[in-house]
């Protein structure tokens, strides 16, 4: 990062700039009559991909990581708790000689002076004390009310905390000639992790270790506390520290410098960027990145940069192209006062990426927003100040760009981010996109469109598109060094050598026959040459590959692998037993004692974050994983190995295998990469081509996914009153990416023809209508949606189901038997997962005659007798010809159920043979759908009855664990494992993670690192923040006085209307 210079200098030169007016804001359609849409993801084939979480930079070098924190404390400084917080931090660090009256001072007065005179002494503000004084007599902090215990307001961990402290204290100064020896800090350190970590888990035990005669000053103690945290609640207005409010000011005032830099002409960009200096700070602490890479300061200084225009730029895996993007989103936040939406393609990276820029929200005033799963409002809350940065799905990215168009606020959408952008051309989710920013570019001039990738080879086709600039440079911070293997002869990849690689080394490893026979590719030499000490990705075509692949390994490793931090691989297996609500994968009972374990989409989403918490600490060395991994979370390796060059039956592509090698080798994390791809003498010539040949090229497939593109597109079009004429609809088209590639993609059919082709269809099925009104022929014909197009683009059904739906929805209203779930749980099971499942007939009989008559009757209803399970289970013919779809659908609809009623994913997937990740992904995929329904319902009047109760579903199918969870998760990236661990500790709600202690969480709840912990207060702060602000902005609503209230004069609904803000009713 550069230097800072001093701020006046940054004020002179501001004061020299006086460039023109921002750019003007593009049109904008009003479209208030319609309603929101909310779309879903449709995603479930690649749900339980998406569901992978984030997980932390890696292992060995983990600690330095953390260390890049140093004391930087986002807690917001006027909570008592943050108070309280620093007291410990600071008893934490106090040198030896000083604990003895230290602690004293701190664990009993200094906790008094904090809750007491803290407010006094620290706010020299005459009218403040005043008002505290008021209010501490008002609320009499010091008399608890009756009957009411500290442990209501406060988790149980941070109460035993202090008690910790005082008997810490009590203990260090009994040893404290001990403590002049020098090993004293240590012991004290240790007491403390000894007490935090064993004592809130035996909460009856606590009472147990001899503290009674503390009692008195424990009750002391949470009376304090009590008082406090109910003086602090009952406060209105919250007082900062001088300090609080000194860099509140400065930053506001540095922001508002930002502002007017950002509009200058001058090339001179402030300190960081035309950014505050905070935000350099931030990275420095948050992050650890000091200075920028030569490109991230080349590109961000690019005049089509500074000029907004809309930039593709593309480097090597690992280059750092996320940074270039955030700094440009803080720019559009900070300075211009805009939102900003970013799209990121997994629901565990939008999770990773609200974790990580949560704290920035904090410090620099904007909210982070998530749009993934089924989070995310339509349409977003309208901020009354600070912006909004959205962090999206590509379904839900789609969703909130169409929310915005039909509420006529799009222009407020300063900058869209697409990271992965070659995901254009990737099926149904490339054409959503597609349709995404073809939508954006159409309605909203001023909003800037970035797009970054590592893979990119037609970029042109995607310029024209995007009316875009390109950056590109190859540049990667650690070398990736990449070898092939060939028997037992290792190549290094070399384009410059005739035949594209040359000789490196043999394999040198004492091979036993039997050895050879289980291992013929030389799997356990490879790995072993880097495990324990360094990570080691090992990518498999199949799942079943990998866990075989790791069980064969950890057969022929030594057992002194067993002895690698072996207390904390038990920690793994106790804490999946948890997760598994006592069940373990067997294979992985087998494999992680050796520090091994295989990683797909058939883990739990729980199961998969414990394991990547342990790689990435590196408890856990190695991985055995399928291609999604390279894609899904960030989990970087010393060396990757490719153990053949097919991913499931397909030959690799380039571009995949560019995803997998880039795991290799991070900046920050590694110091050098290398990857090795595992091949037979026959692949040889195919691989090369393939190593040294380009990138493949994106295509559109806006047209060829026909329901899920063209036809959806065009019915939102419509619906949105984007475009309603054929005409407007034709011109569209040629501004999309297909209208790009059109000539090459569709030969035999002009886009005119393609056009008008889609929206015939559309209007044959009914879902269109042209419209009477417009008698015009051609161009200038219009069309309007019918009640079940606008149900259909509002509930984002995939447009091949939707009659289907329709017509299930309408049968369920003859006779909905609501005795039990199971009838609404078949109006929800998805109908593409349906088609794709075969049901176990002896399962489903089984299954059937456990019903109870009520949910018989659901069958029968549907036409799906006993007698007909029962002959297929019995493999006896069939001559009744029974609807397959909906036997499937019935089946999947029993899993569902199963699964509501018992929330154990491990006992249904035993009771239905199904793999437990398979059923996770069924789960994600029925609330997606349920909420899909739930949409389509409310835009059909006949379909009333159905709304409340699909809210109640969708909310059981989203969460699906026991009720008091529920508030943990809402969290991003606390799932039931860790909402259960933080459960047992005594946070009960977002408000307790809000006020939670990084440090204490970290003593108290096993395995979670300390970025894990700062991550989970900081985005439940993020999700406290913005619901008090959504509550704020309804109540300002409710107040406001209606523009068009009648009786008012034309003079009066003009005030009204331009001082809306505060023109209030009371
Ligand atoms: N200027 C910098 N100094 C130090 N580290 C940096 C810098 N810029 C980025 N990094 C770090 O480099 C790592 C990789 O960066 P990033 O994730 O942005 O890569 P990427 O280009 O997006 O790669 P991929 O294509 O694999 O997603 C991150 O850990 C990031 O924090
Ligand atoms: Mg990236």
Redesign the pocket.
């Known amino acids: 990062m550069e230097d800072g210079c001093p701020r006046i200098r940054r004020r002179v030169s501001v004061c020299k700039r006086n460039r023109g007016s921002p750019e003007s804001l593009g049109v904008s359609r009003t479209l208030a009559e319609l309603q929101p849409a909310e779309d879903t993801e449709d995603e479930t084939a690649a749900g339980s991909r998406r569901r992978k979480t984030g997980s932390p ?1 890696p292992a060995q070098e983990n600690d330095s990581e953390e260390d890049m924190f140093g004391d930087y404390n986002s807690f917001t400084e006027d909570s008592f708790l943050a108070q309280v917080d620093d007291l410990e931090q600071k008893y934490m660090q106090l040198p030896e000689h000083e604990t003895d009256s230290g602690t004293r001072d701190l664990c009993s007065e200094g906790i008094k002076t904090n809750l007491g005179i803290n407010t006094v002494s620290d706010f020299t503000d005459s009218e403040t004390n005043e008002r505290i004084k008021r209010q501490s007599v008002l609320d009499d902090p010091g008399e608890p009310e009756p009957g009411r215990d500290l442990s209501f307001d406060v988790p149980s961990s941070q109460i035993l905390y202090f008690e910790n402290m005082q008997n810490s204290s009590k203990a260090l100064g009994d040893q404290s000639t001990k403590e002049r020896d020098g090993n004293s800090h240590k012991s004290s350190n240790d007491n403390l992790t000894y007490s935090h970590i064993e004592q809130p888990q035996q909460n009856n035990h606590f009472s147990n270790v001899g503290v009674s005669s503390e009692m008195s000053r424990r009750k002391s103690i949470r009376d304090h506390l009590k008082s406090a945290m109910a003086g602090n609640a009952r406060a209105q207005t919250p007082v900062f520290p001088r300090s609080k409010q000194l860099r509140e000011t400065l930053l506001s005032e540095e922001i508002s410098v930002a502002k007017k830099a950002i509009e200058s002409p001058s090339d001179d960009l402030g300190p960081f960027y035309s950014l505050p200096s905070k935000v350099r700070d931030l990275y420095v602490q948050l ?7 030569d490109w ?1 300061h080349t590109c961000l200084t690019l005049r089509s940069v500074q000029e907004r225009k809309n930039l593709i730029y593309s ?1 090597p ?7 270039v993007a955030e700094i440009l989103m803080l720019q559009e936040l900070l300075c211009r006062q805009k939102d900003v939406l970013m799209i990121l393609p997994y629901v565990a990276i939008v999770q990773e990426k609200i974790s990580s820029l949560s704290s920035f929200g904090i410090e620099l005033g904007f909210f982070v927003e998530e749009y993934a799963g089924s989070k995310g409002r339509f349409p977003p809350i309208k901020r009354r100040e600070k912006k909004s940065l959205y962090i999206a799905t590509i379904e839900k990215g789609h969703s909130l760009v169409n929310a915005l168009i039909e509420s006529g606020r799009i222009s407020t959408l300063g900058l869209v981010v697409v990271d992965e952008l070659h995901m254009i051309g990737e099926g149904s989710r490339g054409a959503i996109l597609e349709m995404t920013l073809a939508k954006v570019l159409y309605t909203s001039k001023t909003t800037q469109i970035i797009g970054m990738s ?1 893979t990119l080879n037609n970029v042109e086709d995607l310029q024209a598109f995007l009316k875009a600039e390109y950056y590109t440079s190859q540049f990667r ?1 650690v070398e990736l060094k990449e070898f092939l293997k060939v028997n037992d002869t290792i190549y290094a990849v070399d384009g410059q050598a005739a035949g594209g690689m040359t000789f490196s080394r043999l394999l040198n490893y004492k091979y036993s026959d039997a050895l050879k026979k289980m291992d013929p590719d030389h799997l356990v030499a490879l790995v072993t040459e880097v495990i324990p000490n360094y990570s080691c990705l090992v990518f498999c075509p199949s799942k079943k590959n990998c866990e075989n692949v790791a069980e064969m390994l950890c057969k022929f490793l030594s057992k002194d692998y067993l002895n690698h931090r072996e207390k904390e691989k038990c920690e793994v297996i106790k804490n999946l037993r948890n997760v598994g609500h006592g069940k373990v994968c067997p294979v992985l009972k087998r494999t992680i004692p050796f520090g091994v374990a295989y990683h797909h989409s058939g883990l739990t989403c729980d199961e998969r974050k414990l394991l990547e918490e342990a790689y990435a600490t590196g408890v856990l060395c190695l991985f055995t994983c399928t291609s999604t991994l390279a894609a899904g979370v ?1 989990l970087p390796a010393r060396r990757v190995i490719l153990r053949a060059p097919y991913v499931a039956n397909s030959f690799l592509k380039r571009n995949q295998y560019k995803q997998m090698i ?1 795991r290799a080798g ?4 590694d110091t050098a990469g290398e990857s090795i791809l595992l091949l037979q003498e026959k692949d040889k010539q195919q691989v090369l081509e393939l190593i040294n040949g380009p990138l493949e090229s994106c295509y559109s497939h806006l047209v060829e996914e026909l329901t899920k593109g063209i036809q959806s597109l065009f019915l939102s079009l419509i619906g949105l009153k984007i475009a309603t004429s054929l005409g407007d609809i034709y011109q569209f088209m040629n501004g999309t990416f297909f209208g790009v590639q059109q000539k090459i993609l569709l030969k035999e059919k002009s886009l005119w023809e393609v056009t008008v082709d889609a929206l015939e269809h559309l209007t044959e099925k009914g879902l269109l209508q042209k419209d009477s009104h417009g008698d015009s022929e051609g161009l200038q014909c219009h069309f309007r949606v019918t009640k079940l197009g606008q149900a259909s683009y509002k509930g984002a059904i995939d447009l091949a189901y939707c009659d289907t739906l329709y017509r299930d929805l309408k049968k369920g209203l003859e006779g909905l038997v609501l005795e039990s779930l199971l009838h609404l749980v078949y109006l929800i099971t998805p109908y593409d997962l349906a088609a794709q499942s075969e049901p176990d007939w002896m399962v489903y009989f089984r299954q059937f005659s456990q019903l109870s008559p009520a949910e018989q009757n659901v069958a029968a209803l549907l036409g799906v007798s006993e007698g007909f399970i029962g002959k297929k289970a019995s493999g006896q013919a069939v001559r009744k010809k029974v609807d397959k779809n909906v036997v499937n659908r019935l089946y999947l609809s029993f899993v569902l159920y199963s699964l509501l009623k018992e929330t154990n994913i491990w006992s249904v997937s035993e009771k239905f043979n199904m793999p437990r990740g398979y059923i996770q992904s069924l789960l994600t995929g029925a609330a997606s759908f349920s909420s899909c329904v739930l949409h389509f319902c409310e835009e059909l009047e006949e379909f009333w009855v159905y709304k409340a109760l699909l809210v109640e579903l969708t909310k059981k199918l989203t969460y699906c664990v026991k009720a008091e969870l529920i508030p943990l998760m809402e969290v991003t990236g606390v799932l039931e494992g860790r909402a259960k661990q933080l459960y047992s500790a005594g946070y009960r709600s977002v408000m307790h993670l809000a006020s939670a202690n990084p440090e204490v969480l970290l003593k108290t709840i096993d395995h979670l690192s300390r970025r894990q912990a700062k991550q989970i207060v900081s985005s439940a702060k993020m999700l406290l923040h913005e619901k008090a602000e959504a509550l704020q902005e309804e109540a300002e609503e409710l107040l406001r006085l209606p523009a068009d209230l009648p009786g008012l004069g034309s003079s009066n609904s003009e005030r009204a209307g331009s001082h809306a803000g505060d023109t209030t009713l009371c």
């Open positions: 930079e992050k650890g990145i000091k200075k920028l890479y991230q480097l895996t690992s280059g750092g192209k996320t940074l590592a911070p960030n880039g991070r900046a920050g994390i």
